[in-house]
């Protein structure tokens, strides 16, 4: 019989390098079927100064899928900046979280659930503007942007020498291995976004989304935005669902003045 995993610990991925800058930590939360090699790229672009962190959540889907079976997905959040603090004695100084992770961060944050100091980035988004009640039907048609997502980031990861019917089969046996539970999760998340009271988020928020997104789409983006008061938006022209992984640079340099502004708002108050 499965058992429901328990909060992971998150680690420092990367100490911030000695002198220069004054240091701050940042806590990277990647999304669902996501994973910790999805920072890699974005990683390695990152100013020295910047203390990285990151934690390997279970709805990655080498995790335990009965994860989903509980129903308050924001404890997997609240938990990771917990083990931060509690090993740092500090921070996160900033969270930078990715499509369902990014999600659920907003869930806290519009909860007040977060230190009211955490400036957060959040890269692709989900947001649904019409309040509806989550039904069987749209847990299941979710499943086909499932597969192009989940396809798209095998190949974003390895490149156009992978195997075409490889990655389609790939993509399409996963969300079936983890059942229904995770789909369901990201329904009621995804549902509870327009009810969210977001016009009374008193902390910076960056929101970084891609023209070409089939799943967290621009439009949906911008309308979320338009609800957070301290809202900054980004739309990256030609870019997908993977940003981190798609032009890792780019992001990388909207992530350090989003941090430089965010530090020096917080300095400045």
Same mark, same amino acid.
């Not at 004695?89 to 930078?96: M, N, T, Y």
């Not at 659920?104 to 959040?122: I, M, N, Y």
């Not at 980031?153 to 291995?177: F, T, Y």
């Given at each position: ?7 992971? %610990? ?8 000695? $002198? ?41 889907? %080498? ?22 603090? /509690? ?30 100091? %955490? ?25 086909? $942007? ?15 020498? /992978?195997?075409? @019917? ?12 983890? $059942? @229904? ?51 900054? @938006? ?5 870019? /997908? ?29």
């Amino acid at each position: 019989m499965s058992t429901r995993p328990r909060p992971a %610990t998150a680690r420092r991925r990367r100490p911030a390098a000695a $002198g220069g800058r004054s240091p701050v930590s940042v806590l990277l939360l990647h999304g669902m079927g996501g994973g910790l090699s999805g920072w890699d790229a974005l990683a390695a672009r990152l100013a020295p100064h910047l203390e990285l962190w990151d934690v390997r959540l279970p709805w990655a889907f %080498t995790g335990n899928p009965d994860w989903a079976r509980d129903p308050d997905v924001t404890q997997w959040v609240r938990a990771s900046v917990d083990s931060v603090r /509690g090993q740092a004695g500090a921070g996160p100084d900033v969270i930078v979280a990715h499509s369902f992770a990014a999600n659920v961060a907003l869930e806290l944050l519009a909860g007040s659930d977060l230190p009211t100091a %955490t400036p957060s980035l959040l890269v692709s988004p989900f947001y649904r503007d019409v309040a509806a009640d989550l039904d069987w039907s749209s847990v299941m048609s979710s499943m086909d $942007g499932c597969y192009e997502l989940i396809e798209k980031e095998i190949q974003q990861k390895h490149g156009p020498a /992978g195997n075409d @019917l490889l990655r389609s089969a790939v993509a399409q046996q996963m969300p079936k291995l983890t $059942g @229904l539970y995770p789909r369901l999760r990201f329904q009621q998340v995804y549902f509870r976004t327009s009810q969210l009271d977001l016009e009374s988020l008193n902390v910076p928020v960056f929101l970084v989304g891609g023209s070409d997104d089939v799943g967290a789409r621009a439009d949906g983006v911008r309308l979320l935005a338009g609800r957070i008061p301290l809202a900054r @938006l980004e739309i990256l022209d030609g870019c /997908g669902h993977f940003p981190m992984i798609e032009r890792p640079a780019e992001l990388a340099r909207l992530i350090e003045a989003f941090i430089d502004q965010a530090v020096q708002s917080s300095s400045a108050s």
